[in-house]
């Protein structure tokens, strides 16, 4: 069975950088998520099999998605964080081999979430 393990959150100051790691136990597509408390869940970036990305419009310019085949892993790096950037981040994995997407429903299996916290 697929698993996903997701580490790299904590809390951070305004204008600084974390990197999300999620490791797969497999070669995916996989897609990053975020959910702020009382907001709907929002798809940050992903990424294909062959390495295409999609990034939302509010992570553009500073937020990089890459992966590491040989580790199975997909990093978000994240800079230039904003306190609205706060949220509960997760990864998810699609058996997909075309473009990625950022939307929950093409996504079958989902990692726990790791909480990021941007604050002064």
């Known amino acids: 069975q697929l698993q996903l393990a997701e580490s790299g959150g904590g809390l951070v100051q305004p204008g600084g950088s974390l990197r999300l790691s999620c490791t797969a136990s497999?070669?995916?597509?996989i897609g990053w998520f975020r959910q702020a408390p009382g907001q709907e869940r929002e798809g940050v970036s992903c990424?294909?099999?062959?390495?295409?990305?999609n990034y939302a419009d509010s992570v553009k310019g500073r937020f990089t998605i890459s992966r590491d085949n040989a580790r199975n892993t997909v990093y978000l790096q994240m800079n230039s964080l904003k306190p609205e950037d706060t949220a509960v981040y997760y990864c998810?994995?699609?058996?997909?081999?075309?473009?990625?997407?950022?939307?929950?429903?093409?996504?079958?299996?989902w990692g726990q979430g790791t909480q990021v916290t941007v604050s002064s």
């Open positions: 990424i294909s099999v062959s390495g295409r990305t």
């Open positions: 998810a994995a699609s058996g997909w081999h075309g473009d990625c997407s950022r939307r929950e429903t093409s996504y079958t299996n």
């Open positions: 497999g070669f995916y597509a």
